[in-house]
């Protein structure tokens, strides 16, 4: 899989791509991660790729041929095109499971006070992360970038995605290691028995239990 990240700031990424599970997936070849410079596509002096806003109003806007350039430089005819916006469909696992299944993902970070909206027009849709403001878009594409990535058969094992948070509508279950006891607390004796049917029905029964009380907004109510 590629994802192309389109940012005013690709020195944010050094790190991002330079560790953890995306670092392992690009060096295995299972994942290609390419930063593209909108600025690269200004032709304006100093590299500008704002202006102010028609009708006025705070801030400065980027401009839609600019981007539009920056987009169409890396497009293919596989390509799906997503611009990170807080008026975008909120993220969530099951949009990260299908993004996983694009073979080329364009990611368009925003910045200032966001781009001329007419670039709506040549991009797939609108992605957000929560309901808050960030400065710009490369946090929240990030993200995304990270959530996609785990999901790409090779990058970490299937047993370790079979029971995540979200899988069904449900949180995980809780999970313990040793010491046995600390500070008297202790290990739920179920998980010691050695009894894998009690072990499976005591997890999922605590995914349950964790997710209608945490998050009852998720919750499926046709896992009971």
């Known amino acids: 899989m590629k994802i192309s990240i389109l ?127 960030l400065t710009g878009g490369e946090t929240a594409s990030m993200v995304i970038t990270d959530a996609v990535t785990r999901l790409i058969g090779g990058v970490i094992t299937k047993e370790s995605l079979d029971d995540e948070s979200f899988n069904d509508n449900l949180l995980d279950y809780p999970t313990y290691t040793r010491p046995y006891e600390f500070k008297g607390l202790k290990v739920p004796d179920v998980l010691i028995s050695g009894h894998h049917e009690n072990i499976n029905k005591w997890r999922f029964e605590e995914r349950v239990r964790r997710t209608e009380e945490r998050r009852p907004d998720i919750i499926n109510k046709d896992n009971k």
Do not use: W
């Open 7 to 133: 940012t005013l700031f690709p020195e944010m990424f050094e790190g991002f791509i330079n560790s953890s599970i995306i670092k392992r997936a690009i060096d295995k070849n299972i994942l290609d991660v390419e930063l593209v410079n909108i600025r690269d596509f200004s032709t304006l002096n100093n590299k500008q790729v704002d202006d102010t806003p028609y009708g006025g109003g705070a801030g400065m806007v980027m401009r839609v041929d600019i981007v539009y350039d920056a987009i169409e430089s890396v497009r293919t005819p596989e390509s799906k095109v997503y611009l990170m916006s807080p008026s975008g469909k909120v993220f969530n696992q099951g949009m990260a499971q299908d993004l996983s299944k694009c073979k080329h993902l364009i990611l368009v970070c925003g910045h200032y006070e966001g781009i001329d909206d007419r670039i709506t027009n040549f991009i797939d849709g609108e992605i957000s992360i929560g309901d808050y403001i």
